[in-house]
């Protein structure tokens, strides 16, 4: 799945926000029967294998959670340029918020076999070294590419060997 910011805002620039995610995808996994495999933050948007019942119900949840966290910090902090830009994102059937964090959906798309699973975790452990952040996957550091090389994570995954 991916889930990008509302205009594609960086906000995963500040490291507050993109704990917020972590811990989320944390609370999931320990809490809401959601099994993670792989993930990576970039600046605007976030690639993660995750498995599930109900994974849309979670889903929205998740990101309804995310949101209100994200808001609270801006609010917190005094970002007002930040969210003057999540407010003149939202979309106008948005009737029952202000602002607007996360673009609709995530793009969710099924997995069927071991070996699209290693090319879909390789796609997203890579995504930072194409961009030409670092030369490694494993450097970047939120990804779950450094769980998968040994060392330690940001947050646990499930390691998948086929």
């Known amino acids: 799945m991916t889930s990008t910011f509302v205009e594609g805002f960086p906000l995963f620039a500040d490291p507050a926000i993109a704990r917020i995610v972590l811990d989320s995808l944390t ?31 979670k889903m929205r949840h998740f990101k309804s959670f995310t949101a209100r966290e994200t808001i609270d910090r801006f609010s917190e902090r005094n970002r007002r340029w930040f969210l003057k830009q999540l407010a003149s994102a939202k979309l106008n059937h948005k009737i029952e918020s202000t602002y607007q964090v996360w673009q609709e959906s995530f793009h969710p798309k099924q997995v069927f076999n071991n070996s699209v699973m290693m090319q879909k975790i390789n ?15 494993e450097d970047w550091r939120y990804s779950s590419a450094r769980n998968y090389a040994g060392m330690q994570g940001l947050i646990p995954v499930t390691l998948f060997e086929p």
């Open 27 to 57: 609370f999931l996994q320990d809490h809401r029967e959601v099994t993670l495999y792989a993930y990576v933050l970039m600046e605007n948007h976030f690639h993660f294998i995750v498995q599930s019942n109900d994974l849309s119900e």
């Open 123 to 137: 796609y997203i452990h890579y995504n930072p070294v194409k961009r030409g952040y670092v030369d490694r996957p």
